[in-house]
């Protein structure tokens, strides 16, 4: 295989032993100097774990590693598990990180470690994670980071350098094989340059109508310059869905490609056994025109329909959420911005340059277009010029710690450190990057949260009680699930019951949904829940400690039950306003849960059984992720 510069140099410096981190664009070949790591180590007998941020990340490398070298390849994801013995373990970072502090012996037998999307350490909610993984990960494990662009590699890399204490070599490419080309729709126009942009924002029109930024306009264009494939990025769900529809009118399709498409979609559809599902059939329509949508509501496995149907090239358009640019390899001739601003979980603002970057960059496919085409439909009303520029001109924002630790980690921490714990924080990137009285709100936040532990009686005389040690095991809902084990809540429950509490403890409702009527059964445990809960958060609040624990929501307590009790998934869909898509990622983090619960050593042996009836009749049919993998 003939490397790129980047490529051979940081195939030189895994030659030599080193750990590596490399910065480049997306669809600049990173995933080549993964694929080199692991054909080596396979070659000397040596094991490779290789991380990613996400599931559906974690399941695409499985497959396509699995082609690579069959045989070698094993996935770990909370709700799969899948050849966990192979020479190469794909997983997620969270079950990394839960084996580096849970059972570090397991991971002795690995020379090597690649984390995927690594700037994602920088994520609100998750990035702590990896954080802790890079932290505690073993001195005698190598790295491979891959990364999208960072502007500030080399503060990161001497942070990483400094707590691995081995050398880290730093390969760099800010170039991508294919050039991207931003055209821009405005006022109903298309204009193919930021200059022609702005004279076009700073006129004054005199007409009291400006014309719209119509769909059908651009797509028009789009299709007269030879620009498709084409991904169109949503930043809404149902959106997606209603922009395919509203191009119903259009085919893009001959004769010879309708029925090569219609035929390869039946066939996946049987395959996943999507045949009888109205979602599916209802896509059908759209597809057989080379159309078709793609979102987190959607089933899973009518995803991957989806994404299966893209790479055949015989789809010409569709309409998707950012979660399509995440790591996953699905390129275009063209990307279109539906909108310029996002809602970041408090306010609506202009796209972050890395985000808008991580999917620009899905345009242009290597080897068949000389350029990527992005089009950014610009309303005036929400964006004004200045932002567009600085959005396309500017470098993708520099990578800052989000370090917030959990109370799991700070019980494995403890179990291993005592009342050095606190010791721990200036190994931390947050350390590293932060202010003094930053790092005096961290110390005390740490301090704080140990503190509760000991209060609450996870803690007592330098060791963990038997809460303690269950509660080390339930990473993100530690505090209402221990509370329930110390008061025997959970022994008492029932499977129906069990599963109920389960999901309601992942389950977090959308703005404004509404709690319909429980089951009867339920109203117990939400009743317990909701007393346990005033009490943590009273606690929490005493102590100063942000963000607020959380609450479980019962929403889904009618769905659970009918799911529980053998209920078709397409009838139980009825029983929820939560999307399908959104209902089955419920069900398997769930499923997590009851498996951390399970594998808990304080877990009496009539909770491990329970535990695992649940898991058995909860993870069928549509909700095995194990299924959709195995076919």
Not at 5 to 21: H, L
Request: aromatic share 12%; hydrophobic share 40%.
């Amino acid at each position: 295989m003939q490397y790129d510069r980047f490529q051979q140099e940081a195939i030189e410096y895994i030659d030599q032993k080193y750990s590596v981190i490399v910065s480049a664009p997306t669809g600049a070949g990173k995933t080549a100097i993964a694929e080199y790591v692991i054909a080596e180590s396979l070659k000397t007998g040596q094991s490779i774990i290789y991380t990613a941020p996400i599931k559906a990340l974690s399941n695409q490398k499985f497959r396509d590693f699995q082609e690579q070298f069959p045989g070698k390849i094993g996935i770990l994801t909370g709700d799969v598990s899948l050849n966990p013995q192979a020479q190469v373990l794909v997983m997620t970072t969270e079950i990394f990180r839960n084996k580096i502090l849970d059972a570090p012996q397991e991971l002795e037998k690995y020379s090597w470690v690649i984390f995927d999307e690594i700037h994602y350490i920088d994520n609100e909610e998750r990035g702590t994670v990896w954080e802790e993984s890079l932290i505690f990960m073993p001195k005698h494990i190598r790295l491979l980071a891959l990364s999208a662009t960072i502007p500030n590699i080399k503060e990161f890399s001497q942070w990483i350098e400094s707590v691995q204490k081995n050398p880290l070599k730093i390969v760099i490419e800010n170039k991508r094989p294919v050039p991207l080309h931003f055209l821009f729709q405005c006022k109903g126009q298309v204009i193919d340059n930021l200059s022609d942009l702005n004279k076009l924002l700073s006129s004054r029109s005199r007409k009291k109508f400006l014309r719209a930024n119509r769909l059908q306009g651009l797509i028009d264009y789009i299709q007269r310059n030879n620009g498709m494939p084409c991904i169109w990025f949503v930043f809404s769900r149902r959106l997606t869905e209603d922009l395919a529809f509203e191009l119903f009118s259009f085919d893009f399709l001959d004769k010879e490609e309708k029925e090569q498409i219609s035929s390869l979609y039946n066939r996946l559809c049987e395959r996943y056994d999507l045949a009888h599902e109205e979602s599916a059939k209802r896509l059908f329509y759209l597809i057989q025109k080379g159309i078709a949508f793609h979102h987190a509501g959607m089933l899973p496995t009518l995803k991957e329909v989806i994404e299966r149907l893209f790479t055949s090239r015989l789809l010409k358009v569709i309409f998707t959420t950012e979660t399509f640019a995440l790591g996953i390899n699905m390129p275009a001739r063209s990307v279109v911005f539906n909108n310029l601003d996002k809602y970041y979980g408090r306010y609506v603002r202009v796209l972050k340059v890395r985000d808008f970057y991580q999917m620009a960059w899905r345009a242009g496919r290597r080897g068949m277009d000389k350029a990527g085409l992005v089009y950014c439909r610009v309303n005036p009303r929400f964006v004004n010029f200045e932002q567009v520029k600085q959005m396309i001109d500017s470098s993708p924002e520099e990578v800052k710690s989000r370090f917030n630790t959990s109370y799991a980690t700070l019980l494995n921490l403890y179990q291993r450190y005592k009342e050095r714990i606190l010791e721990i924080y200036p190994l931390t990137l947050h350390y590293f990057q932060s202010r003094k009285h930053q790092k005096k709100q961290a110390i005390e936040l740490m301090q704080a949260k140990l503190n509760l532990l000991k209060d609450s009686g996870y803690i007592e005389d330098s060791a963990l009680t038997h809460k303690g040690l269950f509660a080390r095991s339930v990473y993100g809902y530690e505090l209402i699930l221990s509370e329930l084990y110390e008061q025997r809540v959970l022994e008492e429950l029932d499977e129906f019951t069990l599963g109920i509490l389960s999901v309601a403890v992942v389950f977090e409702p959308r703005k404004n949904q509404r709690l319909s009527s429980i089951p009867k059964t339920s109203r117990g445990i939400k009743d317990s829940c909701e007393k346990i809960y005033e009490s943590i958060k009273a606690k929490e609040i005493k102590y100063r400690i942000y963000p607020i624990s959380k609450m479980p929501y019962f929403h889904l307590s009618k769905a659970t039950q009918a799911w529980l009790s053998g209920m078709q998934f397409s009838k139980i869909v009825s029983l929820t306003d939560t999307d399908e898509g959104e209902l089955i990622r419920y069900f398997r983090m769930a499923v997590q849960i009851l498996r951390e619960i399970n594998s808990s050593t304080a877990a009496s042996p009539q909770l491990q059984q329970r535990t695992s009836e649940v898991m058995r009749i909860l993870n069928r049919g549509v909700v095995d992720a194990e299924k959709q993998l195995r076919i």
